[in-house]
């Protein structure tokens, strides 16, 4: 049997590309899981294709009494969680001369709201617990700036900055909280939304990232914090 089987991972975005693959890692490890999504149907229909226990919980996480919500049910249901995995994110390419405010906002609250809110719930249940890890997906973006991603980019630079101030305030309560980033181009909806040609011709199945999730779900108590990880760099060196 697995060592992760039975433990509760959390993932966000879990609908469709990397977080979808994600889950499936995770389920395929005998993990218990918990898919917040707004797309809904998606969500259920995924539901039905792992085999494992598996709470999916609707939720538009732009929104903070959504996101609230969605992250309560998922406390009460499935109880607190080993792993947290906030991967939903929407990049929608738009020049500072063509963004409005409501769209900005959109962007900014599903990256990096959404990460204070779920992270912010399982912080004192994690604490109760005597630890946990928290993951939060990042970018380039993350650390470089790119033409017309005036949301995107600093609410990944933003997610970068809140994991770096959490993992130190979580290390005394063995709280571990990483970015990872995916580290190659992968072929998801987002990315078949956004890339060149020319990177699609070198995309890889999203599954092929997932080695670094079971990896830091495997991480100890106190493990590996503060980092910001590559994940198909990662998935290389710890394999399959
Ligand atoms: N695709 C890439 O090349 C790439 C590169 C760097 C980082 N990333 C990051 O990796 C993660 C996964 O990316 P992906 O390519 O699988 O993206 P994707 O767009 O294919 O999937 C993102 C998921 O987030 C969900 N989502 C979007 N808005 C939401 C909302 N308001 N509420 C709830 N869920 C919402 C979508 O429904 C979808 O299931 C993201 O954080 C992304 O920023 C991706």
Known sequence: MSDLAGKTAVITGAA??????????????GMRLALLDVQADKLKQLAQELN??????????SQAADTQAAIDTVLREMGTPHILIH????????????????????????????????SKAVWQPMIDAGGGRIV????????????????YCPAKHGQEGLMKVLAMEGQPFKIAVNTV?????????????????????QWVDPMA????????????LGGLSGE????????QQVGG
């Not at 001369?97 to 900014?108: F, G, H, N, P, S």
């Not at 980033?181 to 956004?194: E, L, Y």
Request: a negative charge; glycine letters at 6%.
């Open 136 to 151: 939060y997906l990042s970018s380039g973006s993350g650390i470089r700036g790119f033409v017309e991603e005036v949301a």
């Open 16 to 29: 469709q590309g990397l977080g979808r693959a994600i889950a499936m890692a995770y389920a395929q490890a």
């Open 228 to 235: 910001r990880l590559n994940a198909w760099e990662l998935s």
């Open 52 to 61: 494992t226990d598996c709470l999916t919980v609707a939720a538009d996480l």
């Open 209 to 220: 990232l997932t080695p670094a999730f079971l990896h830091l779900a495997r991480q100890p």
């Open 181 to 201: 980033t995916p580290g190659a181009p992968i072929n998801t909806p987002m990315s078949a939304m956004n890339y060149t040609d020319d990177l699609k011709q």
């Open 87 to 118: 991967n939903a994110a929407l990049l929608i390419t738009r020049s500072m001369q063509q963004i409005q405010l409501a769209d900005w906002q959109k962007e900014v609250n599903i990256i990096l709201q959404a990460a204070f809110i779920l």
